[in-house]
Structure formats: C-alpha cells, structure tokens
C-alpha cells in the first residue's frame, strides 16, 4: 500500500506561481511513474504531467512551457512548479502513482483568480 500526500495549492493571482508537492509514504520512484492530474466539476480527471521510474517527463500541451514536473527521490516527494498561471488552470490536482496497482492522493485546490 501507499500513501500520497499533496500540498501547496491556494488562491493566486494569475501570472504568480504555486508549487505542488506529494509525499509518497514509502520508496517507490524507481520502479513506478508519478503523475500529476487535475479535475474541474463535470469534466473528467486529466493528466497535467507525469515522470517514469527512468525519469522521463510528458506534459500537457496546456501546461508545456509553464509547468514543470520533478522529484527528490531521497525524500520520496514529488513536485509540480507552475509558473504563469491561468484561470483555466483553477482545478483540484491530485497526485497519482501506477505502484502496486495505482493510488492517488487527496487532492489539493488551486485557484487562479484575480
């Protein structure tokens, strides 16, 4: 089992930045991708970005350019730096791992408004 921890979001202005974090409560970047997701009501979850276990990086074709995925694999946490924001970038973002099967975390808001 695992346990995926988010924090970070908030309220922005847009243009400002906000960075995510998700702390996985055991070792699990080398063998599993990490990926963050986010959903609006009445539309479906997507991804935003997400890593392999080699450390290959995909995005978004929203995000490319502004948003950029890392890990510290010591600390087993995950990040998500978004610059620039947008208010069509107001969403709950969640934290994913495809390790033993798949877990998300709770999520966490961000809102881009002024």
């Known amino acids: 089992q695992v346990q995926l921890v988010e924090s970070g979001g908030g309220l922005v202005q847009p243009g400002r930045s906000l960075r995510l974090s998700c702390a996985a409560s055991?070792?699990?970047?080398?063998?599993?991708?990490m990926g963050w997701y986010r959903q609006v009501p009445g539309k479906e979850r997507e991804l935003v970005a997400d890593v392999t276990s080699l450390g290959i990086k995909n995005y978004a074709d929203s995000v490319k350019g502004r948003f950029t995925i890392s890990r510290d694999l010591a600390k087993n946490t995950v990040y998500l730096q978004m610059n620039n924001l947008k208010p069509e970038d107001t969403a709950v973002y969640y934290c994913h791992t495809d390790a033993a099967g798949g877990y998300w975390g709770q999520g966490t808001q961000v809102t881009v408004s002024s």
């Open positions: 055991r070792s699990i970047f080398s063998i599993a991708a």
